[in-house]
């Protein structure tokens, strides 16, 4: 019997962010017939607030695919529109909304999903931001199919990644969905044609990531060196690292080095080590951390080889 060939298929694809465009282009440059696309509606932004399309929506729009932007899935015009094109598959990468069964049920091959973490471990919206957070060393993306829950389909295919101890959540997130797009085609199809077994996720592993919220930013110089660089990497896209200074003011992070040289211990958490010849570097509660980037609250983001002068050695940097 002749195999299947995925790019006969017609594919709809979901998803909004740059990670999702990424497997979006890669499959639309390797020749599957992707016939429309579904992601979140534009969004102001900026602090003029302009009116702007998310990267999914740019790539179909050059691709003469048409977009469809629903505010939700649950309702009868989302259905009749994706059903309208007749699907034989449905690929999604970082959407925003869980999928309803009706919609699940409408192609003959299902729906794969292309998720930023070794499943079941960090089911959820922020897999790429937690694993930094909490210093993780390694990650990975986990193509399954979906059913109705949150993350909970069987697995597959999965990939590891090994999470570099600088990368942030943009440098992270765009090697996961370059080894998404990479990994996609082979998939799917193998999918098709049978040649892989999908593996039920070992529940009792299964942990969860929330949304981040603007609060989880904080951080307070008591707390180790290597928390605090974790945080900065995790969150500098949003909502970004940061501490309060005397008066109630945010003094924000953007990127940080562990210090690993010595020193000396005696100084109080906050207290400036070393101030000049480029280098900011500030004792925190174990250890000390080498600050990169950093922005005052109504200043210019600079970097810390910029501005270093302005500080003291052996005073609070904030």
């Not at 999914?56 to 048409?66: D, G, H």
């Not at 990650?139 to 600088?166: F, Y």
């Not at 044609?193 to 929330?210: F, H, M, Y």
């Not at 925190?284 to 810390?304: D, F, P, S, W, Y």
């Amino acid at each position: 019997m002749t195999d299947l060939n995925g790019k006969d298929l017609k594919i709809v694809f979901m998803g909004t962010p740059e990670f999702a465009s990424v497997i979006l282009d890669a499959l639309i440059k390797d020749g599957y017939n992707v016939v429309m696309t579904l992601c979140q509606p534009d969004k102001p932004v900026g602090r003029k607030h302009v009116l702007t399309a998310p990267p999914v929506k740019e790539l179909s729009v050059q691709n003469n695919i048409t977009c469809y932007q629903p505010k939700t899935l649950r309702d009868k015009e989302a259905f009749d529109t994706i059903k309208s094109v007749a699907p034989d598959l449905i690929v999604t990468a970082a959407y925003g909304k869980i999928l309803p069964a009706d919609i699940l049920n409408i192609p003959e091959f299902g729906c794969l999903n292309c998720h930023g973490s070794l499943l079941p471990a960090r089911r959820g919206a922020a897999p790429v931001q937690r694993a930094i957070l909490e210093g993780d060393k390694v990650t990975g993306v986990t193509i399954m199919k979906m059913d109705e829950g949150m993350d909970t389909g069987d697995i597959l295919s999965e990939v590891k990644v090994d999470i570099d101890p600088d990368i942030h959540t943009s440098g992270l997130m765009d090697l996961l969905a370059k080894k998404s797009a990479e990994l996609l085609p082979t998939v799917i199809e193998d999918y098709i044609n049978g040649r892989i077994t999908p593996v039920k996720q070992d529940e009792s592993l299964a942990t969860s990531c929330p949304p981040i919220r603007s609060e989880e930013g904080y951080f307070t110089w008591d707390q180790d060196a290597l928390c605090i660089h974790n945080r900065v990497r995790a969150l500098s896209t949003w909502p970004g690292a940061y501490t309060l200074t005397a008066d109630g003011k945010k003094f924000k992070v953007y990127d940080s080095r562990v210090y690993d040289a010595d020193l000396g211990d005696d100084a109080l958490p906050g207290t400036v080590l070393k101030a000049g010849k480029g280098d900011l570097i500030v004792r925190c509660g174990r250890g000390a951390i080498k600050l990169l980037v950093i922005q005052t609250e109504g200043g210019k983001r600079l970097n810390a080889s910029d501005c270093a002068h302005n500080y003291v050695t052996g005073a609070m940097i904030c």
